[in-house]
């Protein structure tokens, strides 16, 4: 199980950060994956770390977004700064199966950049 | 990136028919050292995330009825809802991880009831 806590309203060029506690797995065996979600819209992948814990982004978020993970915690988060208007969204954590697709998605947290 | 573009962008079908949905690859997603197409297929209903329905494009993933089905290899796939229920009126996305980290997904198909 995933579960997502942190979003909110923010002002454009601040900060937030959004976290992903798991159960039932251990993150550190997993890739752990974001998904984002605009209203209305559909999905897109913004960021990963591997179970070795290094980190990609996608471009829309790069420099700007970064993921971490507390492995005692069994939980990830994601920092996100200089927030934009299009980073309006709902954020899903998931875990990403040993066959490459994500078989776990929390319920995902709402994020509003907006003045 | 790879573009995943689906077809119809939402389609009505009666209780009881066959629904299907198109998905294409701007390029192939089938990895040779593996002979297996790196395509999966995710159902979100409103208010709830997605949902993993199919894997390796026509791998049912535990749980999921055998009503849906997935077909098709390298660039053009298909999921198929065989006898349409209440419960399965959704969004539906393709998705590929062939090319990672860089996961694409469709713009989705929206199903509903005629």
């Known amino acids: 199980q995933l579960v997502e806590t942190g979003g909110g309203l923010i002002q454009p060029g601040g900060s937030l950060r959004v976290s992903c506690a798991a159960s039932?797995?251990?993150?550190?065996?997993?890739?752990m994956i974001w998904v984002r979600q605009a209203p209305g819209k559909g999905l897109e992948w913004v960021s990963v770390?591997?179970?070795?814990?290094?980190?990609y982004y996608a471009d829309s978020v790069k420099g700007r977004f970064t993921i971490s993970r507390d492995l005692s915690k069994n939980m990830l988060s994601l920092h996100m700064n200089s927030l934009r208007g299009e980073d309006t969204a709902r954020y899903y954590c998931?875990?990403?199966?040993?066959?490459?697709?994500?078989?776990?998605w929390g319920q995902g947290t709402m994020v509003t950049v907006s003045s | 990136d790879i573009v995943m573009t689906q077809s119809p962008d939402s389609l009505a079908v009666s209780l009881g028919g066959r629904a299907t949905v198109n998905c294409k690859s701007s390029?192939?997603?089938?990895?040779?050292?593996?002979?297996?197409?790196?395509l999966a297929w995710y159902q979100q209903k409103p208010g709830q995330p997605p949902k993993l329905l199919i894997y390796?494009?026509?791998t049912r993933q535990p749980g999921v009825p055998d009503r849906f089905s997935g077909s098709g290899s390298g660039t053009d796939f298909t999921l198929t809802i065989s006898s349409l229920q209440a419960e399965d009126v959704a969004v539906y996305y393709c998705?590929?991880?062939?090319?990672?980290?860089?996961?694409?997904f469709g713009q989705g198909t929206k199903v509903e009831i005629k």
């Open positions: 998931a875990r990403e199966a040993i066959f490459g697709a994500f078989d776990i």
């Open positions: 039932g797995f251990s993150i550190s065996n997993n890739y």
């Open positions: 770390i591997y179970r070795d814990g290094n980190t």
């Open positions: 390029q192939s997603v089938l990895k040779s050292s593996t002979n297996k197409s790196y």
């Open positions: 390796w494009a026509s």
């Open positions: 998705q590929q991880y062939y090319s990672t980290p860089q996961w694409t």
